[in-house]
């Protein structure tokens, strides 16, 4: 801080964003960086707290607060402020593998903890993040990192996204060699195929992977293991296995009509979309070009869903949620440090708003059926309202219904010699070791569906238990 109170005296300023009307007829990212004298102004709002909030990372009544990387969040913060941006990409990329991911995909809960949030607003710290992780990597400071010495120990890592990607980088880092394998045709899990362009371009995800690559790291698409290789033989060919292969089984609804055609999970249609505008062919699997759009679930994938719509030529598209509208402000039931539940315009509904002249949520909503046409076809849906004692009936039309309620956890049909809880992979207490010796699981595949950085986070500490299990493990071999 230059003096004691930017907090205050300078207002938290709104990342830059491309306008919704211009947004909308592409597929790039949305958001605009700051200019460096703005960019200084913001980190210097930061108070550099005794005790920094914003880095605690916690789960408070099933919320995230703060970052669970415990990113050095004052330290690079003071050091933008200063213009020293070289520091503070090293300070940045001490505790965060991949800041370029982190800066774009994750909702923030350090901003929800940040101190200067009680009296003022928050400090935009992802914004920051962002600039920092952006500006090293056009200063060319982002440059491979090749282990100078091998262990000759072998590890396999199945499944590309955050977890895995950092478990890799950081069991690489110690000396060993990675596989890793993914049954997509493209690397990145839920980053390549997840979350739409507009919000992480494609090429932040791919320039990592190249980069991973040159520092050693063994890439093998288009390989489902469990049907075209299975466990016991990458358990007979390498050291250890680690399992990141994430919490793909879709909640569903099994409610009337649910067999129509035209009713998708959100990540299905995700996903085609995504490849559809990597591949660039002619039409997408699923496409809601001059459809009338419903997406069950009120969460970030259905905003995703919302937006994605919108870019294809949706005829309308409403988007369906349990609960009430949030409040404009913290209630006394969500204190700080907790993660505000405040009402916010995210950009999905931003741009709907500017197209259809309307926010396109509708709250506390339950859908009791779907109605077909004589093709089997969706034409329409009924719900009721969850807050009124009559359970009115209303009927909605629809010619395509996305079903974005969460994830059940890992789907059945995965590794069977594995044990499992509450449809996660079962480990030992305060470990990531699963029932098979060597085995290793980390990420939503551990704990469920969750956020990029407590996947990032599991990877990190799965990375340092498989490092220890694999050293006992020679030590014991060279004794015998």
Same mark, same amino acid.
């Given at each position: 801080?230059?003096?004691?109170?930017?907090? @205050?005296d300078?207002?938290r300023?709104?990342?830059?964003?491309?306008?919704?009307?211009?947004?909308?007829?592409?597929?790039?990212?949305?958001?605009?960086p700051?200019?460096?004298?703005?960019?200084? =102004?913001?980190?210097?709002?930061?108070?550099?707290?005794?005790?920094? +909030?914003?880095?605690i990372?916690?789960n408070?009544?099933?919320?995230?607060?703060?970052?669970?990387?415990?990113?050095?969040? &004052?330290?690079?913060? #003071?050091?933008?402020? =200063?213009?020293?941006?070289?520091?503070?990409?090293?300070?940045?990329?001490?505790t965060?593998n991949?800041?370029?991911?982190?800066?774009? #995909?994750?909702?923030?809960?350090?901003?929800?903890?940040c101190?200067?949030?009680?009296?003022?607003?928050?400090?935009?710290?992802?914004?920051?993040?962002?600039?920092?992780?952006?500006r090293?990597?056009?200063?060319?400071?982002?440059?491979?990192?090749?282990?100078?010495?091998?262990?000759?120990?072998?590890?396999?890592?199945?499944?590309?996204?955050?977890a895995?990607?950092?478990a #890799?980088?950081?069991?690489?880092?110690?000396?060993?060699?990675?596989t890793?394998?993914?049954?997509?045709?493209?690397?990145?899990?839920l980053?390549?195929?997840?979350? &739409?362009?507009?919000?992480?371009?494609k090429?932040?995800? =791919?320039?990592r992977i190249?980069?991973?690559?040159?520092?050693?790291?063994?890439?093998?698409?288009?390989?489902?293991?469990?049907?075209?290789?299975?466990?016991?033989?990458?358990?007979?060919?390498?050291?250890?296995v680690?399992?990141c292969?994430?919490?793909?089984?879709?909640r569903?609804?099994?409610i009337?009509?649910?067999?129509?055609?035209?009713?998708?999970?959100?990540?299905?249609?995700?996903t085609?979309?995504?490849?559809?505008?990597?591949?660039?062919?002619s039409? &997408?699997?699923?496409?809601?070009?001059d459809?009338?759009?419903?997406? @069950?679930?009120?969460?970030d994938?259905?905003?995703?869903?919302?937006?994605?719509a919108?870019?294809?030529g949706c005829?309308?598209?409403i =988007?369906?949620?349990?609960?009430?509208?949030?409040p404009?402000?913290?209630?006394k039931?969500?204190p700080? &440090?907790?993660?505000?539940?405040v +009402?916010s315009?995210?950009?999905?509904?931003?741009?709907?708003?500017?197209?259809?002249?309307?926010?396109?949520?509708?709250y506390?909503?339950?859908?009791?059926?779907?109605?077909?046409?004589?093709?089997?076809?969706?034409?329409?849906?009924?719900?009721?309202y969850?807050?009124?004692?009559?359970q009115?009936?209303?009927?909605?039309?629809?010619?395509?219904?996305?079903?974005?309620?969460?994830f059940?956890?890992?789907?059945?049909?995965?590794?069977q010699?594995?044990?499992?809880?509450?449809?996660?992979?079962?480990?030992?207490?305060?470990?990531?070791?699963?029932?098979l010796?060597?085995?290793?699981?980390?990420?939503?595949?551990?704990?469920?569906?969750?956020?990029?950085?407590?996947a @990032?986070q599991?990877?990190?500490?799965?990375?340092?238990?498989?490092?220890? +299990?694999?050293?006992?493990?020679?030590?014991?071999?060279?004794?015998?």
């Amino acid at each position: 801080m230059a003096t004691s109170t930017e907090f @205050i005296d300078i207002k938290r300023a709104k990342p830059l964003e491309v306008d919704p009307a211009e947004r909308v007829k592409d597929w790039n990212e949305y958001q605009k960086p700051f200019s460096e004298k703005k960019i200084k =102004q913001q980190a210097s709002r930061c108070m550099d707290c005794g005790t920094p +909030f914003c880095q605690i990372g916690l789960n408070i009544n099933s919320s995230t607060s703060g970052c669970p990387l415990y990113n050095l969040i &004052p330290e690079w913060n #003071a050091l933008v402020q =200063q213009g020293k941006w070289y520091e503070a990409y090293l300070r940045l990329a001490k505790t965060n593998n991949f800041p370029e991911f982190t800066a774009r #995909a994750c909702p923030a809960p350090c901003e929800g903890s940040c101190t200067a949030g009680i009296p003022s607003d928050p400090v935009t710290i992802k914004s920051i993040e962002k600039a920092i992780i952006d500006r090293a990597f056009s200063e060319g400071w982002v440059k491979p990192r090749i282990p100078r010495k091998k262990t000759g120990l072998k590890i396999a890592i199945i499944g590309s996204g955050p977890a895995g990607l950092t478990a #890799a980088d950081d069991l690489n880092q110690l000396g060993h060699s990675v596989t890793v394998f993914e049954r997509e045709d493209r690397f990145g899990g839920l980053l390549m195929y997840g979350i &739409p362009n507009m919000k992480i371009d494609k090429s932040h995800v =791919q320039r990592r992977i190249d980069l991973l690559k040159e520092e050693g790291i063994e890439f093998r698409a288009n390989v489902n293991v469990g049907v075209d290789l299975s466990l016991e033989e990458l358990q007979a060919s390498f050291d250890s296995v680690l399992l990141c292969i994430g919490a793909e089984k879709p909640r569903e609804l099994t409610i009337e009509g649910r067999q129509l055609k035209g009713i998708y999970p959100a990540m299905e249609y995700l996903t085609a979309s995504t490849k559809h505008y990597l591949q660039s062919s002619s039409e &997408p699997d699923i496409t809601a070009k001059d459809k009338r759009v419903i997406v @069950i679930g009120g969460g970030d994938t259905g905003a995703d869903c919302v937006a994605t719509a919108l870019r294809q030529g949706c005829k309308s598209v409403i =988007q369906f949620g349990k609960h009430g509208k949030l409040p404009l402000r913290r209630q006394k039931d969500n204190p700080w &440090p907790e993660n505000p539940h405040v +009402f916010s315009l995210d950009y999905a509904y931003e741009e709907a708003v500017h197209l259809f002249g309307e926010d396109p949520r509708q709250y506390y909503i339950q859908t009791q059926s779907f109605i077909g046409n004589e093709n089997g076809e969706v034409k329409g849906l009924n719900t009721t309202y969850f807050n009124q004692d009559d359970q009115e009936t209303r009927y909605w039309e629809a010619d395509l219904v996305l079903i974005a309620i969460g994830f059940e956890g890992v789907k059945d049909e995965y590794f069977q010699t594995i044990n499992r809880s509450n449809n996660r992979i079962s480990t030992t207490t305060n470990s990531y070791q699963t029932n098979l010796e060597g085995v290793y699981v980390a990420g939503d595949a551990r704990r469920g569906q969750s956020l990029i950085v407590w996947a @990032i986070q599991e990877g990190k500490k799965a990375a340092l238990e498989i490092d220890h +299990f694999l050293k006992a493990k020679k030590i014991t071999s060279e004794q015998c």
